[in-house]
Every structure is written in structure tokens, then in C-alpha cells.
């Protein structure tokens, strides 16, 4: 009997044991289960506060973009009207350089107030040499009584650019360009040892000339931006007349 009180007292005191240690455990469950709810909920409140800013950010994103897109709008006026003022005023400078060359014309001055200014600049831009010499209205009398005139000479040390001018550039005119060429050196033997470039000048220039003056070598200017502009092609190689 004794045996018995004492295997039950053992037993209750295991179960005591076991019902205590269970409590135990069953608590930090719970205290976990209670850390990871209020977890959750913090999460739910941070997600919930995130979201709430993400909407206020899109809000403030969409209004930056209307504001670009009003400012590119206003970018692209802005650009059109300058582009619209720049394409005015190269017409008007443009129309105001060939008042100007009729003006000239009038007067007889082509040469000395719309060539002489350009040609320093279209030799350099053409040839890459910067002129020692440029000479307008250039006049040699021969013994045999026959004379010459050059409207424009300009002189380099690699070259020399023989300036023909007339109002209105023909086809004839190309031609007799060709004989002055010819007989540049009997009335000037002091340039017979440079190449000579033949440049034909006029107030405007009808294309099918422009296009003859080119087969036969000559370099064309016309009234344009900058006074007097080359009116050959991009890739249009004049020709050295030795």
C-alpha cells in the first residue's frame, strides 16, 4: 500500500511538473503570438502610411509632369518664335543686301562696296590662304595700245582669284571670262607664275548659269546672307587656269 501512496505521489508530482512547464511554455506562446500581432499591426499601419505617401507622391509626380509638359509647350512657342525672327531677319538682311546691290548697281559700284568687303572671306573660307594682296579696278595699257581691266584681283601665295562682276551674270559673260582668263598673263606677266581661279560675281544668278559658269570652272557669287556667298555646289572644285 505504501508502495502505491508513494508511485501516486510521484505521479502528481510529475503531472504538477508537467502541467507547470506547460503553463510556462503555453505563456511565451502566447507573449509571441501577441509580440507578432502587435508586429502586424504596426506593419498594416506602416504599409497603410507608405501607401497614403506613394498617392501623395503620384499626386505631386502627375502635377510636376503637367508642369513639364506646359513648360515644354511653352519651350516649343518660344523656339518657333525664334526660329520664325531669325528666318525674318535673314530674309530682310538678305532683301536688304540686294537693295543694296541694286543701289550699287545704280551707282557703278559693285565692285568696291559688295565684292572688295567679301572677298578676303571667300578666298579664306575656299582656299584656306588668307590674301597678301586685293586689288579692285586693276588697269593695264600695253604698248600696242590695247588695255585690260580687272574688276577685282585678289592675291595669295598659292593662288590668284581673278574677279569678273556683272549685274546681271549670262551666259556670255561666262564666256568672255574665259578669254580674260587667256589673256591675263600678256597684260599681267608679273603673276604668270600662280594658277589663276576664276571668280564670277553678280546681284543674283539664274541656275542654268550657275550651272554653265560650273562645267566651265568658275566660282560664282551672288548677293546672299553675308553680303557676297559662293552660289556653287558643296563639293564643286574650281579650276586652276595655268
Given at each position: 500500500m505504501a508502495a502505491v501512496v508513494e508511485r501516486v505521489d510521484r505521479l502528481e508530482t510529475a503531472l504538477a511538473d508537467f502541467t507547470t512547464s506547460?503553463?510556462?511554455?503555453?505563456?511565451?506562446?502566447?507573449?509571441?503570438?501577441?509580440?507578432?500581432?502587435?508586429?502586424l499591426q504596426r506593419l498594416q499601419e506602416e504599409m497603410r502610411e507608405f501607401k497614403e505617401e506613394m498617392s501623395l507622391f503620384k499626386g505631386e509626380m502627375g502635377a510636376f509632369k503637367d508642369e513639364m509638359s506646359d513648360f515644354k509647350d511653352e519651350?516649343?512657342?518660344?523656339?518657333?518664335?525664334?526660329?520664325?525672327?531669325?528666318?525674318?531677319?535673314?530674309?530682310?538682311?538678305?532683301?536688304?543686301?540686294?537693295?543694296?546691290?541694286?543701289?550699287?548697281?545704280?551707282?557703278?559700284?559693285?565692285?568696291?562696296?559688295?565684292?572688295?568687303?567679301?572677298?578676303?572671306?571667300?578666298v579664306r573660307e575656299t582656299f584656306g590662304e588668307e590674301p597678301r594682296d586685293i586689288v579692285v579696278r586693276f588697269k593695264r595699257?600695253?604698248?600696242?595700245?590695247?588695255?585690260?581691266?580687272?574688276?577685282?584681283?585678289?592675291?595669295t601665295d598659292e593662288l590668284i582669284v581673278l574677279n569678273s562682276t556683272k549685274a546681271t551674270l549670262r551666259s556670255a559673260d561666262v564666256d568672255a571670262f574665259i578669254l580674260q582668263i587667256e589673256r591675263f598673263r600678256e597684260f599681267f606677266p608679273e603673276y604668270a607664275a600662280l594658277p589663276v581661279v576664276g571668280l564670277l560675281a553678280t546681284l543674283s544668278v539664274d541656275n542654268s548659269v550657275l550651272r554653265y559658269a560650273e562645267r566651265n570652272g568658275f566660282l560664282v557669287a551672288a548677293v546672299g546672307e553675308e553680303?557676297?556667298?559662293?552660289?556653287?555646289?558643296?563639293?564643286?572644285?574650281?579650276r586652276r587656269w595655268t
Open positions: 506547460v503553463g510556462i511554455e503555453f505563456n511565451k506562446l502566447y507573449n509571441v503570438q501577441i509580440q507578432t500581432q502587435k508586429g519651350m516649343r512657342v518660344f523656339k518657333d518664335e525664334v526660329r520664325a525672327d531669325q528666318e525674318a531677319s535673314r530674309r530682310e538682311r538678305i532683301e536688304m543686301n540686294r537693295k543694296w546691290g541694286d543701289l550699287a548697281n545704280k551707282l557703278g559700284t559693285i565692285v568696291e562696296d559688295l565684292v572688295y568687303p567679301s572677298l578676303s572671306r571667300i595699257r600695253l604698248s600696242d595700245g590695247r588695255r585690260e581691266e580687272i574688276d577685282a584681283l585678289a592675291v553680303v557676297m556667298e559662293l552660289k556653287n555646289r558643296a563639293d564643286f572644285e574650281p
